[in-house]
Protein backbone atom coordinates (compact mmCIF):
# COMPACT_ATOMS: atom_id res chain seq x y z
CA UNK A 1 0.00 0.00 0.00
CA UNK A 2 1.53 3.16 -1.24
CA UNK A 3 1.67 6.38 0.72
CA UNK A 4 1.31 8.33 -2.32
CA UNK A 5 -1.36 8.49 -5.36
CA UNK A 6 -1.02 9.72 -8.93
CA UNK A 7 -4.25 11.53 -10.91
CA UNK A 8 -4.30 13.38 -13.68
CA UNK A 9 -4.75 17.32 -13.94
CA UNK A 10 -7.64 16.84 -15.63
CA UNK A 11 -9.51 14.14 -13.60
CA UNK A 12 -8.90 16.50 -10.74
CA UNK A 13 -10.58 19.45 -12.86
CA UNK A 14 -13.54 16.82 -13.50
CA UNK A 15 -13.93 16.62 -9.90
CA UNK A 16 -13.60 20.08 -9.38
CA UNK A 17 -16.68 20.26 -11.59
CA UNK A 18 -18.70 17.44 -10.13
CA UNK A 19 -18.10 18.83 -6.48
CA UNK A 20 -18.76 22.37 -8.18
CA UNK A 21 -22.38 20.82 -10.07
CA UNK A 22 -23.36 18.76 -6.79
CA UNK A 23 -23.12 21.36 -4.25
CA UNK A 24 -24.48 22.24 -2.01
CA UNK A 25 -24.77 18.44 -1.32
CA UNK A 26 -21.66 16.73 -1.07
CA UNK A 27 -21.14 14.24 -4.31
CA UNK A 28 -19.28 10.68 -4.48
CA UNK A 29 -17.96 8.57 -6.86
CA UNK A 30 -15.33 5.66 -7.51
CA UNK A 31 -11.83 5.88 -8.38
CA UNK A 32 -10.45 3.58 -10.45
CA UNK A 33 -6.81 2.31 -11.73
CA UNK A 34 -3.53 0.58 -11.15
CA UNK A 35 -0.34 0.39 -9.60
CA UNK A 36 -0.97 3.79 -7.70
CA UNK A 37 -2.80 5.73 -10.29
CA UNK A 38 -6.15 6.64 -10.47
CA UNK A 39 -7.19 6.27 -13.96
CA UNK A 40 -10.73 6.98 -14.38
CA UNK A 41 -13.73 8.59 -11.91
CA UNK A 42 -17.08 6.78 -11.70
CA UNK A 43 -19.53 9.32 -10.74
CA UNK A 44 -22.56 7.76 -8.71
CA UNK A 45 -25.45 9.54 -6.90
CA UNK A 46 -25.06 10.27 -3.37
CA UNK A 47 -28.09 8.51 -2.24
CA UNK A 48 -28.40 10.09 1.08
CA UNK A 49 -29.31 13.68 -1.29
CA UNK A 50 -27.05 15.41 2.04
CA UNK A 51 -24.68 18.40 2.32
CA UNK A 52 -22.69 16.52 5.04
CA UNK A 53 -23.32 12.81 4.20
CA UNK A 54 -23.11 10.69 1.18
CA UNK A 55 -23.82 7.04 0.87
CA UNK A 56 -23.37 4.99 -2.35
CA UNK A 57 -26.57 2.85 -3.36
CA UNK A 58 -25.19 -0.88 -2.95
CA UNK A 59 -26.50 -2.10 -6.75
CA UNK A 60 -25.09 1.26 -8.29
CA UNK A 61 -21.73 0.55 -6.11
CA UNK A 62 -21.83 -3.37 -7.63
CA UNK A 63 -22.77 -2.16 -11.16
CA UNK A 64 -19.73 0.00 -10.95
CA UNK A 65 -17.14 -1.98 -9.66
CA UNK A 66 -18.52 -4.63 -12.58
CA UNK A 67 -17.88 -2.00 -15.21
CA UNK A 68 -14.25 -1.22 -13.67
CA UNK A 69 -13.53 -4.50 -13.83
CA UNK A 70 -14.73 -5.46 -17.17
CA UNK A 71 -12.20 -2.39 -18.02
CA UNK A 72 -9.12 -4.08 -17.00
CA UNK A 73 -8.86 -1.81 -13.94
CA UNK A 74 -9.05 -2.07 -10.30
CA UNK A 75 -11.03 -0.36 -7.68
CA UNK A 76 -9.02 1.82 -5.77
CA UNK A 77 -11.41 3.82 -3.52
CA UNK A 78 -14.00 6.16 -3.54
CA UNK A 79 -14.02 9.84 -3.81
CA UNK A 80 -16.53 12.71 -2.27
CA UNK A 81 -16.77 15.94 -1.47
CA UNK A 82 -16.97 18.63 1.68
CA UNK A 83 -18.89 21.66 0.66
CA UNK A 84 -18.38 23.58 3.25
CA UNK A 85 -15.50 21.97 5.32
CA UNK A 86 -11.94 21.07 4.84
CA UNK A 87 -10.55 18.32 3.32
CA UNK A 88 -9.96 15.74 5.99
CA UNK A 89 -12.12 12.98 7.15
CA UNK A 90 -15.21 13.37 9.23
CA UNK A 91 -16.27 11.74 12.20
CA UNK A 92 -18.45 10.04 10.00
CA UNK A 93 -16.65 9.41 6.97
CA UNK A 94 -14.10 7.28 9.81
CA UNK A 95 -17.25 5.52 10.83
CA UNK A 96 -18.05 4.67 8.14
CA UNK A 97 -14.40 3.64 6.04
CA UNK A 98 -14.42 -0.33 6.21
CA UNK A 99 -11.89 -0.60 3.44
CA UNK A 100 -8.39 0.29 5.15
CA UNK A 101 -6.75 -0.56 1.60
CA UNK A 102 -9.07 1.85 0.08
CA UNK A 103 -8.50 5.27 -0.80
CA UNK A 104 -10.28 8.11 0.26
CA UNK A 105 -10.26 11.21 -2.08
CA UNK A 106 -11.74 14.26 -0.15
CA UNK A 107 -12.67 17.27 -2.03
CA UNK A 108 -13.16 20.76 -0.01
CA UNK A 109 -15.26 23.46 -1.68
CA UNK A 110 -14.40 25.57 1.65
CA UNK A 111 -12.39 28.75 0.12
CA UNK A 112 -10.01 27.53 -2.62
CA UNK A 113 -11.34 23.94 -4.03
CA UNK A 114 -8.64 21.70 -2.00
CA UNK A 115 -7.95 18.19 -2.64
CA UNK A 116 -6.67 15.31 -0.09
CA UNK A 117 -6.38 11.69 -0.11
CA UNK A 118 -6.60 9.06 2.96
CA UNK A 119 -6.29 5.83 4.30
CA UNK A 120 -8.56 5.24 6.73
CA UNK A 121 -8.07 1.52 8.99
CA UNK A 122 -9.39 1.15 12.71
CA UNK A 123 -10.17 4.90 13.17
CA UNK A 124 -7.12 5.82 12.54
CA UNK A 125 -6.31 8.58 9.23
CA UNK A 126 -3.03 8.69 7.17
CA UNK A 127 -2.97 11.30 4.45
CA UNK A 128 -1.43 9.61 1.06
CA UNK A 129 0.23 12.28 -0.71
CA UNK A 130 -1.22 13.34 -4.02
CA UNK A 131 1.09 13.74 -7.09
CA UNK A 132 -0.49 15.42 -10.12
CA UNK A 133 0.58 14.45 -13.03
CA UNK A 134 0.09 15.74 -16.84
CA UNK A 135 -3.11 14.97 -18.90
Do not use: K
Amino acid sequence: MSDRVRITHALLEQLHAQANADAPLETCGILAGTDGEVSALYPVRNAAASATYYSIDPAEQFATYTTIRESGAEVIGVYHSHPASPARPSATDIADAHDPEALYLIISLLGEPTVRAWRIAEGVTDEVTIEPTEG
